[in-house]
């Protein structure tokens, strides 16, 4: 489905909220393969780190009350303290081509801009050859390029051994805490601790 007709036209682009928390961790697991670097740090705790750290910096697209994309940013880049980072941004695909990612890109830069940030920096997976296009319409130009280079374990199908098992959906921490606080508070766990 492409980004264009009905739904694009009723996309806003708003300052993310707490109501917001949900739906961004949702998409993020749908856009993101959560099994591979640097998608594995993926979570609820990711989310809330930004937002509590640099909220005005978070912003979501949303179309009757649905997100339908995101973009996560901070002013914490590595140990550059006039630097902002722009680490994660997501796109639902009926969001896709209607020029809503650009939006939420310049949203980001300015409130970082705004917080200080000399300059923006943001990685795009190589291959991901539209999301590179897409940040250098947003005036982004490349810089260093990193190989990660992978170290397979001995163990993996195809070799002797037992395959460790692999969840799709990382276990958050903190999202485990937070349901067991909400259970407590309706009544499913023990009172007056």
Not at 98 to 123: M, N, Y
Request: aromatic share 8%.
């Amino acid at each position: 489905m492409s980004g264009t007709g009905a739904i694009a036209e009723a996309i806003s682009v708003v300052p993310m909220r707490m109501a917001h928390l949900e739906g961004v961790l949702e998409l993020g697991f749908r856009a993101f393969d959560v099994s591979t670097m640097p998608y594995t740090s993926w979570s609820l705790s990711s989310i809330t780190e930004h937002f509590d750290t640099q909220p005005e910096a978070c912003w979501v697209a949303e179309a009757e009350g649905e997100v339908l994309g995101f973009v996560l940013g901070s002013m914490s880049y590595d140990e550059r303290e006039d630097w902002g980072y722009m680490e994660w941004i997501a796109l639902d695909p009926r969001a896709r081509g209607s020029g809503v990612a650009s939006h939420l890109v310049e949203a980001c830069c300015q409130a970082l801009f705004d917080a200080g940030a000399a300059r923006i920096i943001t990685d795009v997976e190589h291959g991901n050859e539209p999301s590179a296009r897409m940040m250098r319409r947003n005036s982004f130009i490349e810089g260093v390029t990193v190989t990660l280079f992978v170290r397979k374990r001995s163990d993996e199908p195809g070799r002797q051994g037992r395959m460790p098992h692999v969840r799709s959906k990382p276990e958050d921490p903190a999202r485990a805490r937070v349901r067991s606080v909400a259970r407590r508070s309706t009544g499913g766990g023990r009172s007056g601790e």
